[in-house]
């Protein structure tokens, strides 16, 4: 049987998103918060929409960012309203009046479907890198034991816009969908071809569709993980402030052992090796080698049949992390 493959696309109305993002202080606040090169598109998308950060399209969703109202969110709605006459049946509380005509003005206003046509081989081009890298791959094999098989496309769209230094992960119907920019350079470097750090994609990737997929499951399984929840786990303060609930706690570990595995696996031992270095040095996770070592021995018992799903071996969960915590003092 053909392994499924990642749906890569580009979509306009994410790219409408990013433009409008393009005319708040979000460009010049991402900077505050970690200096970086950005796409000579973002460059250009800025100074093509200069002229309209007064619009109310760009003045909402100010409004949103200064609320701190999630682009995930913001970035979901977008892709529930139609193309190109962006309607919608219903809209979430949260959004502005009559935003998505605004929107729509607003993209026409600011000519960008010429802009778009303008610059579509910089578009092309990092669907074409990606395309290319996750057909190298099987994300849906290799979650399959963890999260059982995934019913929804997991679908991965480069932004060589706006926002240049987050990930946006969220599930709309039956898609997980993932807006990755491309890797991120050293201070006012521009950030590298996709094609050049394959490896920052699928950990992209994976990262989110495990948040996603993972939250799910913990919320079918409420009683399993109340009762896992009961004892806190071994992480490092500095981690913990980021994460200060058992259930962030354990999603972040989850993901990040779960990413080394697949880059031991499918990519390469330097790569895992890499990952595991920035986990411990620049996140603080630690207890990352135990954590690991837990999620390794559930996969080889899983493949031997001893284990039918993830919830079946978590019962262990406890007694292995004080393994875990054994491992990470050597």
Known sequence: MDKRQISVRVDDRVRLMSAVLAGTNYPDKSQERRKHGTHLHARGTRKAVAEHTHHPAVQAMQVLLDQSVPLASIYNYVLRLTWPGLRADDMPRWV???????????????????????????????????????????????????????????????????????????????????????PMAWGDSPPWPYKDDEALAYRAALDQYLRILMSSFMHEHEDLIKSLAEKPLP?????????????????????????????EDSVSSLEAKSFMQHMQKVEGVTILPGIVSIFRRYLDEYKLGHYTNLADYLPNFPKQIRVARTIATL
């Open 96 to 182: 502005p009046p009559k935003w998505n005509e605004q929107l729509k003005h607003f993209y026409e206003v600011t000519n960008l479907a010429k802009w778009w046509a303008d610059e579509a081989e910089n578009w092309k081009t990092a669907q074409r890198h990606l395309v290319e890298a996750f057909a190298k791959v099987d994300l849906y094999g290799f979650l399959d034991p963890f999260v059982g098989p995934i019913v929804e496309t997991l679908v991965f769209m480069p932004n060589i816009s706006y926002p240049s230094d987050q990930n946006i992960g969220f599930r709309i119907g039956g898609e997980l969908v993932v807006i990755a920019p491309p």
């Open 235 to 263: 992480v490092d303060d500095k981690f913990a402030l980021k994460h200060p609930t058992w259930q962030d706690q354990f999603l972040g570990l989850f993901s990040a052992a779960l990413i080394h595995l697949f880059l």
